[in-house]
């Protein structure tokens, strides 16, 4: 029996404390229809709402399955404590004052952890949170109003959890016709985390989905493991995350003390679940009751079908952009649909029938017929009611039949599109989902909703693992890196690390130089341009001839090269590798001689960074000098699959030109992705050690011509040994992405264009 069982499902409820907040507990269960006791504690009333009251803990007839606590900080745990030593199966802490204080209040987290010690293995939900209403069986542990009503028996509806209790109770008075079966709030989660409740809910088989308000996760392993559980039940979840903004985030520390973790790296974790996101309460409830009908679309083809050429055009905009498609009719599809409305109508996808079959049930049922018969994964149907104070809604419903009967007759999906809130009533919602069709309401909305159960259906397609197994592979990431690649050699074991806490600085002792951060990465398996240190100009001289113009010269210990002028490129001769070095060596510790890379088709950034949650987290973009002001990037937890690593890749911007933009010579992205993999392991097999990896450009040559390391940034917790820095060129290791040298400098197969030709060896 799962941990939350008793107090999910209770059949026996206690109400502790007085005030306006416990008796209202009580009140809502009796006025709900709870079949089970209902056990109310005050030390001083006989009764409360009409119930007998008990005067302690110690007097109830037995140990409750469900106890609300509406007492102070202080009292609440000794009364956890005692529920405990009785043996109830859980508690709703009401109380604020906790760690969620923070450091205006010094007892908060002092109090938070002497209540975690009082619970022992009895659930505690919260503090700080208004609790459960279970609709399912009437039972509810909520001090507030709300404004759902009891499920049906036999009918399924929406689990929600929230971390905002005044979210959870603005929840509950929506007027859309979302069923809800439960409806949690988690608090502090000081005990119970928001993966362990949502785990608890999705069991039920009364839930037909699930909504998450997320300001923070409680574990990663938790959610990978609800994940993986929803799709098994075949139960999509949607996610409300916030913390975009650094204000969102800074209030989510405020209100919960919760980890919130960047919000780029959230985003791909809930991307690698399979858990889709949206950005609005609205857009959050439509997807709920999207879900709640149908569950995860097969894909994202689309129909839609108004009487209006500009209802028509609104939805094919509120489309664009996005991974929905209203897909161009076939030629017998096109003639099918034709045939049924005449030639005065012009058909296409978006539709508009016009309103020559208005009201016309029989003209407007072969007309959806046809259009429906499509094969696509939704079909919508545009239709905004009359206001019933003013007007009648009678001439709207032949409509509606004549949707519900092509929906039937195609076994197709179907949903009634408002392109206003207020145009489609909670009665009408009602009686569209008793005939199968899902009301939608707002037309980006329903968008939104669309794109999310897509996107599932789509993640629970691919043959990736599961996410347990994606936790297992996180953690094993050093075997996964070694049998990756082989014959590479590992780099000098390193200590355990420390946060950098600010931008590497000129020969700090964290930050190795470019050259020492290169040979640990060509020791890696990494293709590197071969390069030599240099001291001095004369060194600069003799180590460019050796390595054969052009070549490229940098500052050593400088961190962004091209801000302070710190890189000289395409130097051709002895004489400008010499004008170069007497410019360069009073920057930094020494100087870097490095061969170009020519034949270059674009530049990435691959970027890690340790987030405090997640660990390990690339970012994979459009590189060069102009990565902050294009902001064409793509987040990807590690380790990342290859096929993630090629979505990354192909869903940047920069991505056509990848792929031979305009007739320009296509590039290795086979070897692109074989490094951006390399690096990968580099660092998960250091992860003790590597705070952050910086690597712009990666330079992608033409195919077959590898993808080549121009410039690395690297920051660690502690000093590296640099033995292998010393001197070394790319000729001392073999190279997993390339050839051990740089390429012959292929020619582009076109005439370079401005700023472009010779790529650099890193800036």
């Not at 509806?157 to 709030?185: D, E, H, K, Y």
């Not at 007497?582 to 674009?602: F, I, K, N, Q, T």
Request: proline fraction near 5%; aromatic fraction near 6%.
């Amino acid at each position: 029996m799962n941990r939350l069982e008793r107090l999910l499902r209770p059949k026996s409820i206690a109400v502790i404390g007085g005030g306006a907040f416990a008796p209202n507990v009580v009140k809502q269960s009796l006025k709900m229809g709870f079949a089970g006791d209902v056990w109310p504690v005050h030390p001083k009333r006989d009764e409360v709402e009409g119930v007998k009251a008990y005067r302690s803990v110690s007097d109830l007839p037995g140990a409750p399955d469900a106890v609300f606590i509406g007492v102070n900080r202080f009292a609440t745990i000794d009364i956890v404590r005692e529920l405990a030593q009785l043996g109830a199966g859980g508690a709703i802490c009401f109380a604020a004052g906790f760690l969620e204080a923070g450091a205006d209040d010094e007892d908060g987290e002092r109090l938070q952890a002497e209540l975690i010690e009082a619970a022992g293995t009895m659930p505690v939900i919260g503090p700080n949170c208004y609790g459960l209403i279970n609709y399912a069986d009437g039972a509810l542990l909520w001090p507030d109003q709300h404004g759902g009503q009891r499920l049906e028996p036999g009918t399924r509806g929406a689990a929600i959890i929230t971390q905002s209790s005044n979210i959870a109770c603005n929840l509950t008075m929506q007027q859309r016709g979302l069923p809800v079966a439960f409806l949690m709030t988690a608090g502090n989660q000081a005990q119970t985390g928001l993966s362990e409740m949502a785990l608890g809910l999705i069991e039920d088989e009364r839930v037909s989905c699930l909504g998450l308000h997320i300001e923070g996760f409680d574990k990663v392993d938790g959610f990978e493991r609800l994940a993986a559980r929803a799709r098994e039940l075949n139960k999509p979840i949607v996610a409300m995350k916030v913390g975009r903004s650094e204000q969102a985030r800074a209030a989510t520390i405020s209100h919960t003390a919760s980890l919130a973790g960047s919000d780029a790296a959230s985003d791909a974790f809930l991307k690698r679940l399979g858990i889709a996101r949206v950005n609005s309460i609205p857009s959050f409830l439509e997807t709920l009751k999207l879900l709640h009908a149908f569950g995860s679309l097969a894909g994202g083809t689309l129909s839609s079908m108004s009487c209006s050429g500009g209802e028509a055009s609104v939805m094919a905009d509120s489309a664009e952009g996005r991974k929905l498609r209203f897909p161009a009719l076939s030629e017998e599809h096109w003639a099918h649909v034709k045939s049924t409305l005449g030639s005065f109508v012009a058909v296409a996808n978006p539709l508009d029938y016009h309103t020559f079959i208005w009201n016309d049930e029989p003209a407007m049922t072969a007309t959806f017929t046809a259009m429906v018969s499509g094969g696509f994964d939704l079909n919508m149907l545009v239709l905004d009611f009359p206001r019933n104070d003013r007007c009648s809604d009678a001439d709207w419903w032949p409509t509606v039949r004549a949707f519900e009967a092509a929906l039937k007759s195609n076994n197709a999906r179907g949903a009634v599109v408002a392109s206003m809130l207020e145009n489609l009533t909670e009665t009408h919602a009602a009686e569209l989902f008793r005939r199968g069709i899902v009301p939608l309401q707002g037309i980006v909305e329903a968008m939104d909703a669309a794109e999310a159960a897509a996107f599932i259906g789509e993640v629970w397609r691919r043959s990736s693992p599961l996410a347990g197994e994606v936790s297992a592979q996180r953690t094993e990431g050093v075997g996964r890196g070694s049998a990756r690649r082989k014959g590479a050699s590992s780099t000098a074991a390193m200590t355990p690390p420390g946060p950098s806490g600010h931008p590497p600085l000129k020969g700090e002792g964290n930050t190795p130089n470019e050259a020492e951060a290169k040979a640990l990465l060509r020791s890696a398996g990494l293709a590197v341009p071969q390069g030599v240190r240099a001291a001095s100009v004369a060194e600069a001289e003799s180590a460019a001839e050796k390595l054969g113009f052009p070549v490229a010269l940098k500052a050593l210990g400088v961190a962004h090269k091209s801000e302070l002028g710190a890189v000289r490129l395409n130097l051709r001769s002895t004489d400008d590798v010499r004008s170069a070095a007497e410019a360069l060596l009073p920057l930094g510790s020494g100087l870097y001689v490095e061969r170009m890379v020519e034949g270059g088709v674009a530049e990435l950034i691959v970027g890690v960074t340790r987030d405090e949650l997640f660990g390990p987290v690339m970012t994979v973009g459009t590189g060069g000098v102009l990565v902050e002001l294009l902001k064409d990037s793509a987040t990807l937890l590690l380790p990342a699959s290859r096929a993630e690593v090629e979505a990354a890749l192909r869903g940047l911007k920069m991505f056509p030109l990848l792929d031979g933009y305009r007739g320009r010579p296509k590039a290795d992205v086979a070897a692109a992705i074989d490094a951006i993999l390399a690096i990968s392991d580099f660092v998960l097999e250091q992860a003790d050690t590597i705070e952050e990896l910086d690597i712009n450009p990666l330079i992608v040559c033409g195919e077959g011509k590898g993808a080549w390391i121009a410039d690395a940034l690297l920051v660690t917790s502690s000093p590296l040994a640099t033995q292998r820095a010393e001197g070394v060129t790319s000729e001392d290791t073999p190279s997993r992405t390339a050839a051990a040298t740089p390429p012959d400098r292929p020619s582009s197969g076109h005439p370079p264009l401005k700023g472009e030709g010779i790529v650099s060896a890193g800036e």
